[in-house]
T-cell receptor
Framework: EPEVTQTPSHQVTQMGQEVILRCVPI?????FYWYRQILGQKVEFLVS????????KSEIFDDQFSVERPDGSNFTLKIRSTKLEDSAMYFC????????????FGPGTRLLVL | EDQVTQSPEALRLQEGESSSLNCSYT??????LFWYRQDPGKGPEFLFT???AGEEKEKERLKATLTKKESFLHITAPKPEDSATYLC?????????FGQGTILTVHP
């Protein structure tokens, strides 16, 4: 069964460093998303991406964040200068079409900023 | 502001003891209500989508139902392997708004 994959599974970084989180969405899906979940809190929307551009972004998704689809399979989230409060699980999700709302999630990347 | 509220926050059951989880929503223009299961340290795993009041979906020991204001996830004769956090979510302009989840623990 097709699934969303994410790498790395864990990332430890120093405050102020740049990190890139990688995702491979399900192959025939066209809509891509990043969410994050701080320990013990709700899953929160960060950004949606379609047709090589951002469709919508939340207040969390400030200038420190960027997304990119560098090739036909990968979808990345970059945090330019990490802060302690960026420590969280980051989930990538994808869905097939605009009519179908179901989003399928990857296993997540646990980011720890020291 | 779109809100999704789940209750209870935590639920402890004995194996075989049936119960229900609740999800209330305030998102206008409902375009579906989703249930996900999340195991510790894992991503949300899709369970069900419900689109209209009165709709029901079943999968093994789980049944999801939808009214105009809320959704229920009924768990019949649960087993320890059903222990997880159950999340409900609504789509709004493409993004999903999640509730805080119900942590279900099923004791053998």
């Amino acid at each position: 069964e097709p699934e969303v994959t994410q790498t790395p599974s864990h990332q430890v970084t120093q405050m102020g460093q740049e990190v890139i989180l990688r995702c491979v969405p399900i192959s025939n899906h066209l809509y891509f998303y990043w969410y994050r979940q701080i320990l013990g809190q709700k899953v929160e929307f960060l950004v949606s991406f379609y047709n090589n551009e951002i469709s919508e972004k939340s207040e969390i998704f400030d200038d420190q964040f960027s997304v990119e689809r560098p090739d036909g399979s990968n979808f990345t989230l970059k945090i330019r200068s990490t802060k302690l409060e960026d420590s969280a699980m980051y989930f990538c999700a994808s869905k097939q079409t605009s009519a179908q709302e179901t989003q399928y999630f990857g296993p997540g990347t646990r980011l720890l900023v020291l | 502001e779109d809100q999704v509220t789940q209750s209870p926050e935590a639920l402890r059951l004995q194996e075989g003891e049936s119960s229900s989880l609740n999800c209330s929503y305030t998102v206008s223009g409902l375009r579906g209500l989703f249930w996900y299961r999340q195991d510790p340290g894992k991503g949300p795993e899709f369970l069900f989508t419900l689109y209209s009041a009165g709709e029901e979906k079943e999968k093994e020991r789980l049944k999801a139902t939808l009214t105009k204001k809320e959704s229920f996830l009924h768990i019949t004769a649960p087993k320890p392997e059903d222990s997880a956090t159950y999340l409900c979510a609504e789509p709004s302009y493409g993004k999903l708004t999640f509730g805080q989840g119900t942590i279900l623990t099923v004791h053998p």
